[in-house]
């Protein structure tokens, strides 16, 4: 049992799923226990606790945690003095920036930044929200909105900024947006002190080396082939590849084997044009992670 540990921070509520699916891709069994805010994970080095992703900068910042993902926004919105180690582009829904935007009823007269002059505003991001007005030159009262944001217009609000995806639930609701205030992504963060460590700054750069391996993997794939020689020139123009394909001997001299990584959208485009240039015992293989 080692003496040295790395205090992780976890995200909870809606990026919780999808951060302990990204580790498990990245080879470690993350895993949450009933009620329980600590998290276990099959590495005695790391210590994970479960904390709200609004509240995670400030835990890192202060020394409470040594590192921890959180969203770009969050450390915007808190003003926390943090290290951004990495961009970890994953969310609850898909693999994209989510966006904060100004959302009024579609029948709502407001248009553009100017128009919310003296209107009430409703979000969770309420520093954000201020200094966004505070650059139009706009007077609003923002107020902290504690969830449901989405059916407080028009009654109790005459506009929300709300974190979105899709859109899909803004138009659910009946609303339509106005313009973008931010655009976030998820951050792996440390505090200083952890990241001049060098013990810890070579468990959290490790850590995220695996991370990115699996992120680099999804929507890819392995092809792997049986070519003749004389069939080279032409099979290899229909590659597409991350680098050069990996092109091996086999027993037949006339023979070669070709492997190649590339997006898996591309495969049932290309294996036609594959077969029709020579390629033969084409199999396709799902990828764990890449890492260059």
Known sequence: ?????LKLGIPAGSLQEATADLFRKAGYKLSFAGRSYYPTIDDPEIHCTLIRAQEMARYVEDGSLDCGLTGKDWIVENGAVVEELAELVFSKVSRRPVRWVLAVPNDSPIQTPQDLQGKRIATEVVNITRRWLESHGVTAHVEFSWGATEVKPPRLADAIVEVTETGSSLRANNLRIVCDLLESTTRFIA????????????????????????MAAEAKVGLMMNVRRADLASVLPVLPALQNPTISNLSDPDWVAVMTILDEATVRKIIPDLKRAGATGLVEFPLNKVID
């Open 1 to 5: 049992m080692t003496d040295r540990v």
């Open 191 to 214: 505090n200083a002190p952890a990241a001049a460590d060098p013990w810890k700054r070579r468990k959290m750069d490790d850590l995220l080396l695996m991370l990115q391996g699996a």
